[in-house]
């Protein structure tokens, strides 16, 4: 008798929360952008249509209520992921080591990448509209994967070797920070706004 089992998963965690927090988050998210010089300047330099405060701000909940129940949510679901990954965690914690935020403009796009130093990473997004651009996840063996053929258009999602996700309002990506992933560009007319973040081992 022949049997499958499957080995070496890559868990992609999805939760909605709703979109309670996203109207007070967006005019958050356009005041925050439209003064932090820094974050525009850096976001120019670097090339991204948009503004990022990736490089100029570390302190989003204090600067609004939402971010900071924003956060509590996040805690919450971060810790479910580490369950399921069955993560050895003894007396440590998974600590949010960085959050930021993301107005991207028509023709704003992410290069695929990784987070080093972390351990979850993920995407909770506010404002999207059509056009936005997905989120893709890349199989971490493509490197290895050698004379290895392609995958049928039809494959089962856990065969795939590119996963995109379509962002909605309220949806919350969670994944390893080792997993590369990149986004699409926009081709919407206004803003794509998006809330990103890391968690380390405390």
Same mark, same amino acid.
């Given at each position: ?55 100029? $701000? %570390?302190? /989003?909940? +204090? ?5 900071? *129940? =924003? ?7 971060? &810790? ?15 600590? $949010? %080591?960085? /959050?930021? +935020? ?5 023709? *704003? =796009? ?7 130093? &972390? ?27 050698? *004379? ?55």
């Amino acid at each position: 008798m022949a049997a499958f089992e499957t080995l070496f998963v890559t868990s992609l965690y999805r939760a909605n929360l709703g979109a309670r927090l996203n109207p007070e988050l967006e005019a958050a998210a356009l005041l925050i952008a439209a003064e932090d010089k820094a974050g525009r300047r850096w976001a120019k330099d670097h090339g991204y249509k948009g503004y990022t405060s990736y490089a100029a $701000l %570390d302190d /989003l909940p +204090l600067r609004a209520p939402a971010f900071a *129940a =924003l956060v509590k949510q996040l805690d919450r679901h971060v &810790a479910a992921f580490a369950r399921h990954a069955d993560f050895e965690l003894r007396r440590r914690k998974l600590k $949010l %080591d960085s /959050l930021w +935020l993301n107005v991207m403009h028509k023709g *704003a =796009l992410h290069a695929p990448h990784i987070h080093p130093h &972390a351990v979850v990473s993920g995407t909770y997004y506010v404002t999207v509209p059509a056009g936005s651009g997905a989120i893709r996840f890349e199989d971490p063996r493509l490197p290895l994967m050698m *004379a290895a053929p392609s995958r049928r258009k039809n494959a089962k999602l856990a065969n795939r070797l590119f996963v995109d996700v379509e962002p909605k309002p309220g949806l919350l990506l969670l994944w390893e920070s080792w997993l590369r992933h990149g986004v699409a560009e926009s081709t919407a007319r206004s803003p794509r706004i998006s809330i990103s973040f890391n968690y380390r081992l405390d």
